[in-house]
């Protein structure tokens, strides 16, 4: 197995080095439309077909773009036609950025430099790598993604690397409760509570309604800076959130699958609104990512009477959740409502994991287990 990372390099370089640059990336853009519109009439996004159709007429409509770049935008185009499976155009803009291959990008880290193939020849550029970054060194550079930043007239570099992941090693197993009031619960009594994102958020939602009802330019701008504001302070809570749940000392983390849980009927408009400023998603490609660099495993389990069910005695009554408080009709065993919840998914990883292992885990909450009571 094998784990990848993105990692974004601001460019620095000449004016006439940037204007090379610009050129190239509006010839790989209209690259990208002409083989798109071929491949949309003929119904095909075959890449070898399409290049037979193509490739001679496009050299000698750009001559200046090397082959390697015509090459790359035959692909993306044919890639994109199959993910909307031909049943649209997919128009690619003027300064969308282009994917770049090895054969045509040369970077070295250790320098800062990066040779760049242009449509007026190699262009050097600079970067400075940020200290974060210097982690990925060793890795394999796999593909690298030119952006051009229209409104501030920068570039920027996205590099992909890879590495192997590290092995996984042991079962014990800790279930992560994730919800609305609560962030995360996990089954070893650690709570994450959502107060400072709800406050945050109601602070935003306030902004919203009084810049809205001016409706000015000033205030549309505003608006936009807002929104980019609330997202980066969400997404810095679930990235410290995922970091301190990696970072427990148990080595597989079960999580409710949520995949269609916005598409089921709910109540209220209230709640469907707390429901659509959930980052559930965005907490678990977090700790997804992060545990594979740890060679800790993430699985997924049926979310189905994970609330209901009861984690000492197992029996399950929809009547045995009162709110944030859990009480057994069958045992009386009573406990937080999530924590509960958390408990039962781990039970479920387990149940889940013995099935692809041999060795019985051990259950990340059983040291726990009696302080709840």
Known sequence: MSMDRTIKLKLDMSEEDKTSLKNTVVCFNNVFNIVAEYGFANHTHSKVSIHHATYKDIREQYPQLPSALVQGARDVACEALKAVKKMRLPVSKPFSAIRYNKRVIRIIFEHGFASIASADGRVKVHFTLPEYYKQYINWEIRSSTLRYDTANDVFYLHVTLRKESPEPTGNTVMGVDRGIVNVAVCSNNVFFNSKEVKNTRAKYAHLRQELQSKGTKSAKRLLKKIRRKERRFVTDVNHCIAKEIV?????????????????????????????????????????????????????????????????????????????????????????????????????????????LSVNQPNVGMSTVQDTAQ
């Open 247 to 355: 970072n427990m000392p148990y080595d597989v983390i079960a999580l409710e699958d949520l995949t269609s849980i916005r598409v089921q009927n709910r109540k209220g408009k209230n709640f469907n609104r707390k429901l659509s400023n959930w980052s559930f998603y965005q907490l678990e490609q977090f700790i997804r990512y992060k545990a594979e660099a740890l060679g800790k495993r993430v699985i997924s389990v049926d979310p189905r009477y994970s609330s209901q069910k009861c984690s000492k005695c197992g029996h399950t009554y929809r009547g045995n959740r009162d709110g944030s408080s859990y009480r057994c009709r069958n045992c009386g065993f009573q406990i937080h409502a999530d924590l509960n919840a958390a408990r039962n998914i781990a039970h479920a990883g387990i149940t889940c994991l013995s099935r």
